[in-house]
């Protein structure tokens, strides 16, 4: 999976699409299995990157080897009566409704009726102090957002630049599972019950043979594991995999308003997982990228075909859009690689407002430029439609450390590698289409960026003009691989992670 995050506008009817399908079910009120974030903010569950607080994912030891940091036989065991790890209710937020009825059954009276919220855990009116999107736009305001991990990457200086008002940036961040090729929550499991399938990746939950000890909701770092109260089983996004099988996209990607979720088809190397989800920290992404492979190199086909893999699945390898913006373009990265499990949804980094950044005191520029703020470093940003449109990834309004610390693991060469593409992209565009670009900055900047006139148009194509079979490449489900599945996993219902259907229950 590619998310985009240049296109995200935290529209979040990914996540309506999802609750609506999957989560609107009692025990499961609290659970969004998609969710979408404001960067800088605490996100949801309250904090969920600080594993100091939460111990989830690998750690690596002196030797180069890696454990599971909070779950695992022995902590399992000493947990096993009380994990102190786990998020609590108040960690996500109280699950609530409006007392809607309100507006219409209230009796004649000198005020206007109101809906008060109401939790869904009680039926008590409650006082809402946390939601699954509380730090909303405007960066969160400086209560939540300040308490963001990943500030302690930034100087003073940045932080503090951060929250000024005339400074500000902030992006979405959409979250599901991401089906990690080395899952901390399927490795964790006393029960054995999580798994990862076979012919298309997605982890599961047999909903059968789980047996509620929540290892996985404290090992999965990116809390995307939760227990519901109700059923006594622990849930997860299943990727929507009826729909797949189907060949349709899943929900939250089919329904995306801003288009900025991509599927496809990658080979990968299973034999060099350990070895990748081991790596020092500053070659975790590039060990990553190492192990998936290329679909049109002859000796993978010959290898993907040895090993059973479909000739469908390979010609969905070599259409898939999520190769190109991954490996072919490296433009994406993955979503705190130090976690070590592998993600499988990788993150085009926001590019935000890169304008010209020229000194006060530069006369020629000041005569032709209007300026509209000051950056962190006390350079005024200039509005302008001609070549000094563009400053340098390095003067971006969103610190490259902060970047860096969600999507390289502190790497913020390789978080400026993906950046310089994409404004090379855009001025390329501005050169073909406007015009007031010379060709010599055009050159020279697809040169910097590592790209040609040929991959910015097919880049280009792909970030804005992609149709749905472009952007969701799925292939056919093989039905002799599905029956595989249900056999290898015991009987029908319930085996799959689907288990947990049922009518939702409207309450209040
Ligand atoms: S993101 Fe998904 S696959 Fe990865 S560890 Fe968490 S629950 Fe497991
Ligand atoms: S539907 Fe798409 S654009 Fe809207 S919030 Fe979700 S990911 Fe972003």
Redo the contacts with the bound molecule.
């Keep these: 999976m590619v998310f985009h995050l240049d296109k995200c506008i935290g529209c979040h009817t990914c996540s309506i699409a999802c609750k609506n399908i999957w989560t609107d079910r009692k025990g499961a009120e609290y659970q969004w299995w998609n969710n979408v974030e404001t960067k800088p903010g605490t996100g949801y569950p309250s904090k969920w990157e600080d594993q100091d607080i939460y111990k989830g ?1 690998w750690r690596r030891d002196d030797a180069g080897r890696i454990h599971l940091r909070g779950a695992g036989k022995a902590k399992g065991l000493l947990n096993i009566f009380h994990n102190p790890s786990l998020p609590t209710v108040e960690d996500y937020y109280e699950p609530f409704t409006y007392n809607y009825l309100n507006l219409i059954e209230a009796p004649a009276g000198d005020d206007q009726p109101t809906a008060r919220p109401v939790s869904l855990i009680t039926g008590e009116p409650i006082d809402v102090k946390m939601g699954p999107n509380w730090d909303d736009d405007l960066s969160g305001t400086p209560d939540y957002a300040r308490n963001d991990p990943n500030f302690a990457a930034l100087s003073p200086a940045e932080r503090e630049a951060m929250f000024q008002l005339e400074r500000m940036a902030f992006f979405y961040l959409p979250r599901i ?4 090729l080395n ?4 490795a964790s499991c006393p029960s054995g019950a ?1 798994y ?1 399938r076979g012919e298309d990746g997605i ?1 599961l939950i047999n909903q059968k043979v789980c047996r509620a000890w929540r290892m ?1 909701v404290t ?7 939760y227990y519901n109260w109700h059923s006594g089983k622990s849930e ?2 299943i990727l929507c995999y009826p729909r797949i099988e189907a060949g349709y996209a899943p929900a939250c990607m089919h329904s995306c308003v801003g288009r900025i979720r991509y599927l496809g088809v990658v080979l990968y190397d299973a034999d060099r997982i350990q070895a990748a989800a081991s790596a020092e920290p500053g070659e975790l992404v590039d060990r990553q990228l190492d192990i998936l492979m290329d679909p049109f190199d002859d000796t993978v086909i010959a290898a993907a075909t040895a090993n059973g893999i479909p000739d469908s699945t390979i010609k969905a390898a070599q259409d898939s859009p999520t190769y190109k913006f991954i490996k072919q373009w490296r433009m994406a990265l993955p979503l705190h690689p130090e976690f070590r ?1 592998l ?1 499988m949804l990788w993150y085009v980094p926001p590019l935000l407002p890169v304008m010209a950044s020229v000194t006060q005191t530069d006369g020629a520029q000041e005569s032709k430029l209007h300026p509209v703020a000051k950056t962190w470093d006390d350079t005024w940003l200039y509005d302008t439609s001609t070549e000094e449109l563009w400053g340098s990834v390095e003067q971006a309004r969103m610190p490259l450390a902060y970047l860096a610390s969600l999507f390289s693991a502190g790497d913020t060469a390789a978080v400026a590698d993906r950046l310089r593409k994409l404004m090379a992209v855009r001025i390329y565009r501005r050169w073909k289409t406007v015009g007031d670009v010379s060709e010599a900055k055009m050159t020279s900047t697809l040169q910097a960026a590592g790209l040609t006139e040929q991959s910015a148009d097919d880049i280009f194509y792909l970030t804005a003009l992609a149709k749905f079979n472009d952007r969701f490449v799925v292939p056919p489900a093989h039905r002799e691989q599905a029956m595989e599945m249900i056999e290898f996993t015991g009987d029908v219902k319930g085996s799959t992670g689907f288990g947990f259907r049922e009518q939702p229950e409207r309450g209040l």
């Design positions: 994912g599972c991401n089906h990690c899952p901390a929550c399927v999580i990862k982890v996985c090992a999965c770092p990116y809390k995307k594991s997860k996004c499990t993600p």
